[in-house]
């Protein structure tokens, strides 16, 4: 038995849909991440000032270009920010401001807690950065339920 995660298409008359099925080692043990950035198209904006509240503010834009749904849930990791330099995330609930935190939550589809085909999430990351380096990161985006 191999685990993983299987997706199941069905379509009738060109209405199409799908079933997100992972299969996990018999002792619940959950699936290691799986780094799926070479599946997304990843944009990046330029860095901006914002001026009020002092943080540095990039706008991140993710889209699924296959014909297939990815599997969630699924986190984007900044790997290789300067010394300093500290990325920051605003929980959408509470506006509250996470400190420390280089992981980022990517809101996918409810229903099949997948990123549908075609599917774009854009959001702003904001970064703390009081020496004023140069931003720079490597983006990741993995599947994975816990970090």
Known sequence: MTFGRAIITT????VKDFTVVEVSAPNGVPLPPEDITAQLDIQRSGIRLN??????????????PSALPIPGPLALILEGLPAGVTAVNRDSDTD???????????????????????????????FVNPERKRISYTPHVFVAQDF
């Not at 996918?108 to 774009?120: E, F, H, I, K, M």
């Open 11 to 14: 379509e009738n008359m060109g």
């Open 51 to 64: 001026r009020r509240s002092g943080f540095f503010i990039q706008r991140i834009t993710l889209t699924n």
């Open 96 to 126: 509250r401001v996470l400190a420390g935190s280089a992981e980022f939550d990517i809101a996918v589809d409810q229903r099949l807690n997948s990123l549908l085909p075609g599917a774009t999430v854009t959001f702003d990351v904001e």
